[in-house]
């Protein structure tokens, strides 16, 4: 028979446990993205068992680098690749896309925000991404200042149909958006772009090698760099792209202002390294979860 003390007893542990279910479950995985152009050459030789191997080294998250041109993800339809990175234990959350204005062998790119951007759209929902990227602009994109204004109108308009689909769009930077022009950035005309239909991916490599601080950044534009990009430059003259933590960048310093910067996640990339690329990202990885996570 159940007394009001028993009762009373048991509610309160049942009360108790709802107290700490809550905070428990707001716990969640650290992610450790990779941006795959690092490991590009593997993933177009064999993506599942480069998938598997990037996974087994530690990281479980993801961006593409990969979709212009074919309109799959590394030779996969949506929902082949999606199985993939679960089976590996792998999120993709964000991948890269071209703006489309010049053309590739002649020919039109589609799936890039000027062309074909709707199945774009609808296959990065498939896949389960947040965000979309405009991963560089090539140099027949760029040009003037006032071209840099109809990039910034196309990227809102990219940045439109992402948002109804749910999906925030980001640019990422190099340091061409730096170099100035009749005494103005490029940069700053990216920047005046709807902050809510465009955010940025910041490249931290690429901010320092511009001559920049992305902490001045982060607080002249805060909460509008939702991504980074973990990459660094190493001592040489020629400031070459190294491992994580085996440069000049200050990290720990620039993770202070997450929260200012609004990230959200972060990738770790290196466009070349000096041999077999799955040693640097270990390497790499390696320090992120000793100093930064």
């Known amino acids: ?135 560089w602009l090539s140099p027949e994109e760029r040009g003037t200042l006032d071209h840099y204004k109809k990039v910034a109108d196309d990227l809102n308009v990219a940045g439109e149909k992402c948002k109804k689909a749910g999906i925030q769009l980001c640019y990422h930077n190099h340091n061409f958006e730096f170099i100035p022009q009749d005494g103005k950035l490029p940069y700053d005309i990216l920047m005046a772009t709807n902050k809510d239909l465009v955010k940025m991916e910041m490249d931290i490599y690429w901010i320092k090698k511009a001559g920049q601080d992305p902490i001045a950044l982060f607080k002249k534009y805060p909460g509008r760099y939702p991504l980074w990009h973990v990459k660094d430059m190493d001592k040489t003259p020629q400031q070459n792209f190294t491992e994580v933590g085996n440069g000049i960048i200050n ?35 390696d320090y992120i979860k000793k100093n930064l996570v």
């Open 1 to 135: 028979m159940t007394t009001r003390r028993s009762f009373l007893k048991t509610s309160t542990v049942l009360s108790a446990g709802l107290m700490i279910i809550p905070s428990e479950l707001k716990k969640q995985k650290q992610l450790i993205g990779l941006q795959l152009y690092t490991v590009r050459d593997a993933m177009a030789k064999d993506p599942k068992g480069t998938l598997a191997r990037v996974a087994q080294i530690g990281y479980n998250s993801v961006e593409g680098a990969t979709y212009t041109g074919d309109e799959k993800f590394y030779g996969m339809s949506p929902s082949e690749f999606k199985k993939v990175l679960k089976d590996n234990g792998l999120v993709m959350y964000s991948s890269h896309y071209r703006l489309g204005e010049d053309k590739m062998n002649g020919q039109v790119m589609k799936g890039t925000m000027l062309h074909d951007w709707d199945k774009a759209i609808e296959d990065a929902k498939a896949v389960g991404l947040k965000y979309m990227i405009c991963a």
């Open 251 to 285: 990290f720990k310093e620039i993770f202070k202002y997450k929260n200012l910067a609004g990230m959200k996640y972060f990738f770790v990339e290196q466009d070349m390294t000096p041999g077999d690329p799955f040693v640097s990202i270990k390497e790499s990885i």
